[in-house]
């Protein structure tokens, strides 16, 4: 079972919190009671096999290299395998899970590292998955840990590196080629180490599971877990219909895992409207409008975690732009809890195809007034609050959490603005 620590959740979660459209052949609304009704295509059983060899935890050290290697191949460091993959490296450069072991995991590890290594292991199991990045390593059946002789502070720092998906024992794996062709034994041995065996399991949301899905005896709120982003795709009639996560999140193969902190990705997932009661209004009477959020094109919920926050603002200003004082009124999609995570406050998140609503109304007193929309993400919102509150109590990982605060202060954004006139 999962850690239930606080720590452990945002350490859990940080990869990235997703939130991708569907492709537009898979994109009409869907109602609850059909998601229920949805399976996706079973993987066949090779594919499992492979997953559940490819994704054993911890993973193993990779031991030495083929002697005919080059130090190229012989080296598991990102930018050594964009000497021949540059595109890939460029997108994996600006990703999140480039990021992965960023300064606000990362500040809470350096100071959990000597108290609780097992932990530490638990959160770098997603974070930075290969052995080589890990500190210490553990004494097989003894629970103890030892100093590992191969980590490297460089490698972990890079996070969920290209070797951590494509990388065990020196033998490189991948997707099959885009038009299914096939490379013999005799052409592998004459690629750069060895070519790469392929295989299906790489296009399956099973891959992705193994860092974005909860066991089934997880920690839970509410008898829902707290990371559940497989499981809601599976009930969704997006898996039904053979939408995998890689055909959202990394189309045409891109290595960018684009999500919620990306702002036309989400305004890409989701329909908004803003409606009024009719098309003018006098002074002394009562604007009535609603706003709509929709998910259109998400296959999992929105937001799938419980760190981000997506806000809907409806406010009266006057000629000059000004707000009217106690005239905003704000609701909330998202899950919220405290952050000792002891209980659940409420989940307003959307499931594929469902809409929030909120509704408005209120008396103006004069002239010239607007009504102003607003629908603004904040992907970092449970971190923000975390950081804040941890901070305090930090030793050695003090300045990395000061960092990681101010860049989740940074990222919420705007996705529907708009000021309608009132008479």
Same mark, same amino acid.
């Given at each position: 079972?999962?850690?239930?620590?606080?720590?452990?959740?945002?350490?859990?979660?940080?990869?990235?919190?997703?939130?991708?459209?569907?492709?537009?052949?898979?994109?009409?609304?869907?109602?609850?009671?059909?998601?229920?009704?949805?399976?996706?295509?079973?993987?066949?059983?090779?594919?499992?096999?492979?997953?559940?060899?490819?994704?054993?935890?911890?993973?193993?050290?990779?031991?030495?290299?083929?002697?005919?290697?080059?130090?190229?191949?012989?080296?598991?460091?990102?930018?050594?395998? @964009?000497?021949?993959?540059?595109?890939?490296?460029?997108?994996?450069?600006?990703? =999140?899970?480039?990021?992965?072991? @960023?300064?606000?995991?990362?500040?809470?590890?350096?100071?959990?590292?000597?108290?609780?290594?097992?932990?530490?292991?638990?959160?770098?199991?997603?974070?930075?998955?290969?052995?080589?990045? =890990?500190? %210490?390593?553990?004494?097989?059946?003894?629970?103890?840990?030892?100093?590992?002789?191969?980590?490297?502070?460089?490698?972990?720092?890079?996070?969920?590196?290209?070797?951590?998906?494509?990388? +065990?024992?020196?033998?490189?794996?991948?997707?099959?080629?885009?038009?299914?062709?096939?490379?013999?034994?005799?052409?592998?041995?004459?690629?750069?180490?060895?070519?790469?065996? +392929?295989?299906?399991?790489?296009?399956?949301?099973?891959?992705?599971?193994?860092?974005?899905?909860?066991?089934?005896?997880?920690?839970?709120?509410?008898?829902?877990?707290?990371?559940?982003?497989?499981?809601?795709?599976?009930?969704?009639?997006?898996?039904?219909?053979?939408?995998?996560?890689?055909?959202?999140?990394?189309?045409?193969?891109?290595?960018?895992? %684009?999500?919620?902190?990306?702002?036309?990705?989400?305004?890409?997932?989701?329909?908004?409207?803003?409606?009024?009661?009719?098309?003018?209004?006098?002074?002394?009477?009562?604007?009535?409008?609603?706003?709509?959020?929709?998910?259109?094109?998400?296959?999992?919920?929105?937001?799938?975690?419980?760190?981000?926050?997506?806000?809907?603002?409806?406010?009266?200003?006057?000629?000059?732009?000004?707000?009217?004082? +106690?005239?905003?009124?704000?609701?909330?999609?998202?899950?919220?809890?405290?952050?000792?995570?002891?209980?659940?406050?409420?989940?307003?998140?959307?499931?594929? @195809?469902?809409?929030?609503?909120?509704?408005?109304?209120?008396?103006?007193? +004069?002239?010239?007034?607007?009504?102003?929309?607003?629908?603004?993400?904040?992907?970092?919102?449970?971190?923000?609050?975390?950081?804040?509150?941890?901070?305090?109590?930090?030793?050695?990982?003090?300045?990395?959490?000061?960092?990681?605060?101010?860049?989740? %202060?940074?990222?919420?954004?705007?996705?529907?603005?708009?000021?309608?006139?009132?008479?």
């Amino acid at each position: 079972m999962r850690r239930p620590a606080a720590w452990v959740l945002l350490s859990a979660l940080a990869v990235v919190a997703l939130v991708a459209p569907v492709p537009e052949r898979f994109s009409s609304p869907v109602g609850v009671a059909e998601q229920a009704k949805a399976q996706p295509p079973p993987a066949d059983q090779a594919s499992l096999e492979f997953l559940g060899r490819h994704w054993a935890r911890p993973l193993p050290p990779q031991g030495r290299p083929p002697q005919k290697f080059t130090p190229i191949e012989a080296s598991l460091a990102p930018k050594d395998c @964009g000497v021949c993959h540059p595109a890939q490296l460029a997108d994996w450069r600006t990703s =999140l899970h480039a990021k992965a072991m @960023g300064p606000g995991v990362a500040g809470q590890l350096v100071d959990m590292i000597r108290q609780d290594p097992a932990g530490v292991r638990d959160c770098q199991n997603c974070h930075a998955p290969l052995a080589e990045q =890990l500190e %210490r390593l553990e004494k097989t059946g003894r629970g103890s840990f030892v100093k590992n002789p191969s980590f490297s502070r460089a490698l972990q720092a890079e996070g969920i590196t290209c070797a951590a998906c494509h990388v +065990r024992g020196w033998e490189r794996f991948g997707p099959p080629k885009p038009d299914g062709s096939l490379v013999s034994a005799t052409e592998r041995s004459q690629l750069p180490h060895n070519g790469a065996t +392929r295989t299906p399991a790489f296009l399956r949301s099973e891959f992705c599971k193994s860092c974005h899905q909860f066991d089934a005896d997880g920690f839970a709120l509410n008898g829902k877990l707290l990371e559940n982003t497989y499981e809601e795709w599976k009930a969704s009639p997006y898996a039904a219909q053979g939408t995998q996560c890689q055909d959202c999140h990394m189309p045409d193969r891109r290595h960018l895992w %684009r999500g919620i902190h990306d702002p036309e990705m989400v305004r890409s997932g989701v329909t908004i409207q803003l409606k009024l009661s009719k098309p003018s209004y006098r002074a002394g009477e009562q604007v009535e409008a609603t706003l709509t959020v929709t998910n259109r094109g998400v296959g999992h919920l929105f937001p799938t975690y419980l760190t981000p926050k997506v806000f809907l603002r409806l406010e009266l200003v006057d000629s000059a732009r000004r707000p009217l004082p +106690r005239s905003r009124e704000e609701s909330v999609i998202g899950r919220e809890a405290p952050l000792d995570l002891s209980r659940e406050f409420y989940d307003t998140r959307l499931a594929p @195809g469902a809409t929030f609503t909120m509704k408005y109304a209120r008396r103006i007193d +004069r002239r010239g007034l607007k009504l102003r929309a607003r629908v603004v993400v904040e992907p970092d919102h449970f971190y923000t609050k975390f950081f804040k509150a941890t901070i305090p109590q930090a030793e050695r990982g003090r300045r990395q959490l000061e960092v990681a605060l101010a860049e989740t %202060r940074r990222s919420a954004f705007t996705i529907f603005s708009k000021e309608v006139p009132l008479d």
